[in-house]
């Protein structure tokens, strides 16, 4: 039996995509990072629907959106820090870890069962319009089947999850391209990074100071990004190519040039955006492997490079 495609549309099909959601079904959606998998975060059956569409582990965590702070005050237990992130980073590329609100209309698989939840506010205006419809929170991970290359294109998510859902919302190209930064506020004035991202840790410092940060590896599983291994082509990837072997599809940096570049000018945040369409493209080519050029470490390139050695392991 042939799978059927699912249907792409943009703004004007933001009822019917209320209309799947409130019935407890999936809709993908568009964030400035990248397009999610989403379900109302407040029933079993719609979660479970997410973790089955992806092949998700159920230990894996889902981070939640909402439209504003106060949305995330009747989720979550917040803060002076949580409110101070908030006012200068959202809507935007940061997911909060919290401890979840006693009574919070969230169900269990949300948080795989852990007392915390992680909460981010989406900038992208499609993806906001949505969550102004909702008087239910949303579960969205990125729409792609687990561990492979995260979607920033519809036609990303409809190769990887096909007949799974009905509908995409088209938003375009993901701008940022590249998953939220996740932080973690510990007791009473600690703070833990335990996925980087777009907003980088300077720009955390400057606000929670750099005093209380937890520098070590978090020892648990407590958000998504964490998996050693994760957002992998189905190909080998070798990391710091100065050049590509003959089988190699070789994704080029700055000076080193190859079949595609993250970025000719050696821009990191050119880089980010264009880091999972690169990927894609490398791993439909005919070649049997890939080969990434040196990204460097600062800024944004931190995040990139994670998901890279991630990509690779």
């Not at 997911?95 to 919070?104: D, E, F, I, K, Y």
């Not at 290359?149 to 990303?156: K, M, N």
Request: hydrophobic share 45%.
């Amino acid at each position: 039996m042939p799978r059927i495609a699912p249907r792409i549309a943009g703004d004007e099909a933001l009822d019917e995509a209320f209309a799947i959601l409130r019935d407890g079904g999936l809709v993908a959606v568009p964030t400035e990072t990248v397009y999610g998998l989403a379900s109302r975060a407040d029933s079993d059956e719609a979660v479970a629907a997410i973790y089955r569409a992806k092949g998700r582990p159920l230990f894996n965590p889902l981070i939640v959106h909402v439209a504003n702070f106060a949305a995330a005050q009747r989720l979550a237990e917040t803060d002076e820090r949580a409110e101070a992130l908030a006012a200068k980073l959202w809507p935007g590329p940061l997911t909060m870890v919290l401890p979840l609100r006693a009574g919070a209309s969230i169900v269990p698989a949300v948080t795989a069962g852990l007392a915390t939840v992680a909460l981010r506010c989406p900038a992208h205006p499609l993806m906001r319009a949505l969550l102004e419809c909702c008087p239910f929170p949303l579960a969205a991970p990125s729409a792609n089947r687990s561990g492979a290359i995260s979607p920033t294109e519809p036609a990303h998510v409809a190769a990887s999850l096909g007949s799974t859902v009905p509908l995409i919302l088209d938003g375009g190209a993901c701008a940022t391209g590249l998953e939220s930064t996740i932080v973690a506020l510990r007791g009473e004035c600690q703070w833990q990074i335990l996925r980087p991202g777009p907003i980088e840790r300077e720009r955390i410092v400057a606000i929670l100071g750099a005093g209380n940060e937890i520098l070590e590896p978090a020892s648990a599983i407590e958000a998504p990004g964490q998996l050693t291994s994760h957002y992998a082509p189905a190909k080998p990837l070798r990391l710091d190519a100065e050049e590509a072997a003959p089988d190699e599809f070789l994704i080029g940096f700055g000076a080193i040039g190859g079949q595609v570049t993250l970025s000719a000018a050696g821009d990191v945040g050119e880089a980010a955006s264009r880091l999972y369409r690169c990927l894609h493209e490398a791993d439909a080519s005919p070649l049997a492997r890939i080969a990434v050029a040196p990204v460097p470490e600062g800024g944004i390139g931190a995040a990139i490079n994670d998901r890279l050695r991630r990509a690779a392991a």
